[in-house]
């Protein structure tokens, strides 16, 4: 990968301004502005349907924006694409590959699309596809093809990467494996626009998120950023059983906030067990049975829950 210099490092590697997408009467994306910076792994995290892959193949080149402009490295689309297209690497959502081929000879057919790039057995071993080598890609599991389709993404040894879901469907070993994978490119100085709706991916692997629901943003920051903006250190979910009524909940002690979702009630809470008492009194006063009662650190998927009422998966 080519070093960028001491002023490259604080330029925008990818931004975009007011762009829209339609699809007859949907509007995939809406307005959406983005900036990321040369060096870091930048995050859209959404639910299925929340523009996050319309927004990536408008950025790679693949699709055109009905609407906004796109700077990608300085360039812009239109203009010595091929030059361009040399210094970036794409994990599409999904790869097709010919099956028959084995890994080499398929990292080797892409490495031959580039005038200069990473030697295909680097490349084999950062993925660690070692053992792998000659075997038919149709011989693959899951999480093997996923890391077939980022060593190809990485054989141009290109500045910026995209990864769209690059872990979507793999089994806990196989995602992080694909974690450390992406960790190694982002720790050589190499730019990632990563989309996922994996919260726990994108608290892990990115420096910055943008939060995306019906093609816009609703919120921007690191992720310890959009977690503090809660107001909650703690969640608080429980379902009840009888005549309960959830007002005033959000004015007990401790309580931020409160959302309903899934028949059960959502409490963003600061201080839990001032919260925890408050509510067991609420329930036992108001003669409801408590059927559950759960606690988690506040993560990204509740600051989406607080922004929109529902879950991530939701969508």
């Known amino acids: 990968m080519n070093q960028p210099d001491a002023k490259s490092n604080t330029a925008v590697a990818l931004r975009c301004r007011g762009l829209v997408k339609r699809y007859s009467d949907v509007t995939a994306v809406n307005g959406l502005d983005l900036e990321a910076l040369r060096g870091e792994c930048f995050g859209l995290l959404g639910p299925n349907g929340a523009g996050k892959t319309t927004t990536v193949e408008i950025l790679e080149g693949l699709t055109t924006a009905d609407e906004g402009e796109v700077e990608i490295l300085g360039h812009r689309w239109g203009h010595d694409d091929h030059a361009l297209r040399e210094r970036l690497g794409a994990q599409l959502q999904e790869t097709k590959f010919t099956e028959k081929l084995t890994v080499e000879e398929t990292i080797r057919l892409f490495r031959s ?24 890609v149709g011989k693959l599991s899951g999480g093997q093809r996923q890391r077939l389709a980022v060593a190809c993404a990485l054989v141009s040894d290109p500045d910026l990467l ?91 002690p401790g309580v931020r906030a409160m959302h309903e979702r899934n028949g059960g009630y959502q409490l963003s809470v600061s201080e839990i067990g001032a919260a925890l008492t408050a509510l067991m009194a609420e329930i036992k006063n108001q003669r409801a049975e408590l059927l559950s009662l759960t606690t988690h650190q506040a993560t990204l998927e509740d600051v989406f829950v607080a922004l929109t009422g529902r879950m991530l998966r939701d969508g």
């Open 162 to 252: 995209f990864l769209d879901e690059p872990t979507t469907g793999l089994d806990p070993q196989a995602r992080l494996k694909l974690w450390d994978i992406i960790s190694q490119f982002r720790a050589s100085g190499g730019t990632i626009l990563l989309t996922t709706h994996y919260m726990e991916e994108a608290a892990r692997l990115c420096d910055r998120v943008a939060i995306m629901d019906h093609g816009k943003t609703i919120a921007l920051g690191t992720p310890a950023e959009l977690i503090s903006s809660l107001g909650a250190d703690q969640i608080i979910e429980f379902a009840v059983a009888g005549n309960f009524h959830p007002s005033g909940l959000d004015a007990l």
């Open 113 to 136: 699309f580039y005038q200069r790039g990473r030697s295909v057995d680097e490349v084999i071993g950062t993925v660690e596809l070692e053992e792998k080598r000659r075997s038919q």
